[in-house]
């Protein structure tokens, strides 16, 4: 919008993102070669071309408030920095919640019903309850397959339960604190509320397929929100955790189908 920059610019000028994340408006002139550019001279500045006058290129560094190299390697630090903090703070709620988890780990009796399918059919007898009966007792095939070839390696079906339900809710938390907001107290909120949540603790190792349902829906609900937002074209990743979904309880397609639709 300054003055002595608009003659630059065609209607609605195109942007590009420096090392940094920042947001740089490119002129017309260099709209088409704006890619070309080397990416070491966003560093200092120097990247407007020769014919743009001196006068409105210092204006378009003002505007930008990008001085020297020195600036933008404080920048960088500060923004290192801040994503070390983050990274901190999530992996101490995901310890605390995996402790959490550690201590009230259980199996339902529900989830004995697959567990005992997964031993008929690891030894041999099909994906059966009984086994003289050809009847499916399970309506997670996703998680069962899961239980199965984690049973394969390590030999007993109660241990694999437990690892794989405690390392996929720890990661669901993990995701959702960082991608959620970056204020503290909204992530201390948010990691407390699933810690302090009988519910969401005791059936996230209960055996069942809940935590695989947990993390599959906050990747569909990410994966989204990066298609409307960010215009990512990832539509078919999107309808594979769908897919995902439907494998692991039918049901939940219900809650995915108006973010689907939308």
Request: hydrophobic share 45%; proline share 5%.
């Amino acid at each position: 919008r300054h003055p002595d920059l608009r003659p630059l610019y065609r209607h609605g000028p195109s942007h590009h993102r420096d090392l940094l994340g920042l947001r740089v408006w490119l002129p017309s002139h260099l709209r088409d070669q704006g890619n070309a550019l080397p990416r070491r001279r966003y560093w200092s500045c120097n990247w407007l071309p020769d014919q743009v006058p001196p006068r409105q290129a210092f204006c378009f560094q003002k505007i930008l408030g990008l001085t020297g190299e020195n600036n933008l390697m404080q920048l960088s630090e500060q923004k290192e920095s801040e994503t070390l903090h983050d990274r901190l703070f999530v992996i101490a709620f995901a310890l605390l919640f995996l402790l959490v988890l550690l201590r009230t780990a259980w199996i339902s009796d529900d989830a004995a019903i697959t567990l005992r399918t997964v031993l008929n059919f690891v030894n041999g007898y099909g994906p059966t309850f009984n086994v003289d009966e050809r009847v499916q007792a399970y309506t997670h095939p996703l998680w069962f397959f899961i239980l199965t070839f984690g049973t394969l390696i390590s030999g007993s079906v109660f241990y694999t339960t437990f690892f794989t339900s405690l390392t996929l809710s720890a990661i669901a938390l993990g995701l959702l604190l960082r991608n959620a907001s970056r204020n503290y107290f909204v992530l201390a909120l948010i990691g407390l509320a699933a810690v302090l949540s009988k519910a969401f603790v005791d059936f996230s190792t209960s055996g069942l397929e809940n935590p695989l349902s947990h993390l599959l829906l906050l990747l569909a609900v990410l994966s989204a929100s990066s298609n409307i937002e960010k215009g990512h074209n990832r539509l078919t990743t999107f309808f594979l955790i769908c897919s995902g979904l439907y494998l692991n309880r039918p049901d939940l397609l219900v809650i995915v189908f108006p973010l689907a639709a939308y």
